[in-house]
Nanobody, 122 residues
Framework: QVHVVESGGGLVQAGGSLRLSCAASGRTFGRYAMGWFRQAPGKEREFVAAISRSGLDIKYADSVKGRFTISRDNVKNTVFLQMNGLKPEDSAVYYC???????????????WGQGTQVTVSS
């Protein structure tokens, strides 16, 4: 059982930056791969980025590649998503999830946070 809580969302101008944090409870955080997903109104929840247990395998959606960076701190039980060069189309609720592998599919992840809103103005 893993409890996941996202934070760091907010309102930012296009071209700006935000850093999202995802805190997980327990002492087994290092056993889980972590992923970031997002969902905009009227859209399916889509993959953003994922990182393996060791941090050695990292994946990004094509839409965020080169702009977003995922990282993790297994001592602090936290995963981060640094978002630079934000675009209005990045606006969505961002969800953090824990799962067995750093895959691109929601089905891979067992535990989900409540989401944090990111709004990018033009």
């Amino acid at each position: 059982q893993v409890h996941v809580v996202e934070s760091g969302g907010g309102l930012v101008q296009a071209g700006g930056s935000l850093r999202l944090s995802c805190a997980a409870s327990g002492r087994t955080f290092g056993r889980y791969a972590m992923g970031w997903f997002r969902q905009a109104p009227g859209k399916e929840r889509e993959f953003v980025a994922a990182i393996s247990r060791s941090g050695l395998d990292i994946k990004y959606a094509d839409s965020v590649k080169g702009r977003f960076t995922i990282s993790r701190d297994n001592v602090k039980n936290t995963v981060f998503l640094q978002m630079n060069g934000l675009k209005p189309e990045d606006s969505a609720v961002y969800y953090c999830a824990a799962g067995a592998s750093s895959a691109r599919y929601t089905e891979t992840y067992d535990y989900w946070g409540q989401g944090t809103q990111v709004t990018v103005s033009s």
